[in-house]
């Protein structure tokens, strides 16, 4: 399995925001208020990777004190971590396109109070974003120090 590629990453969000932007300026009005659950719900999802990011590394380097970690154990979060960055790279892109549209209109009161929700909401995709690639990282087989040659 490949790295996950950033420059992916960054089209999937800019396509979105786009197709966002390009939809909420058209139907606005007939939209329903965005959740502000999604901010907590993805924050703790990313804390749950970064958690798992750290515990993972940890046993990978066999550090005194952990378990040796299961090969299908790390392919699956080395999964979960793929997934995790593409779908929080299309939601960033998601809420950031919502937020463009709502900063326009920051003199109304419920596009305001929208806006903050978008914004709130794109800054917990990027932190997911981030604890899967840190995620994704620490997956990683460390290089034997025997098979490096010197310079």
């Known amino acids: 399995m490949r790295p996950t590629h950033p420059g992916h990453l960054v089209g999937i969000f800019v396509i979105a925001a786009l197709l966002t932007w390009a939809v909420v300026n058209q139907f606005y009005s007939g939209l329903p208020l965005l959740p502000w659950t999604a901010i907590p719900t993805v924050l703790l999802l990313a804390l749950g990777e970064g958690y798992s990011g750290w515990a993972t590394k940890a046993r990978i380097a066999r550090k005194p004190g952990t378990k040796p970690v299961e090969p299908l154990a790390v392919a699956r979060l080395v999964a979960l971590a793929k997934a995790s960055a593409y779908a929080g790279a299309a939601f960033g892109g998601l809420f950031a396109g919502f937020a463009l549209h709502t900063a326009r209109i920051l003199d109304r009161e419920t596009p305001r109070s929208e806006f903050f929700i978008a914004a709130g909401s794109f800054?917990?995709?990027?932190?997911?974003?981030v604890a899967a690639l840190y995620l994704e990282h620490s997956c990683r087989v460390p290089k034997d120090p025997e098979d490096q040659s010197p310079g």
């Open 123 to 129: 800054v917990a995709c990027v932190v997911l974003v």
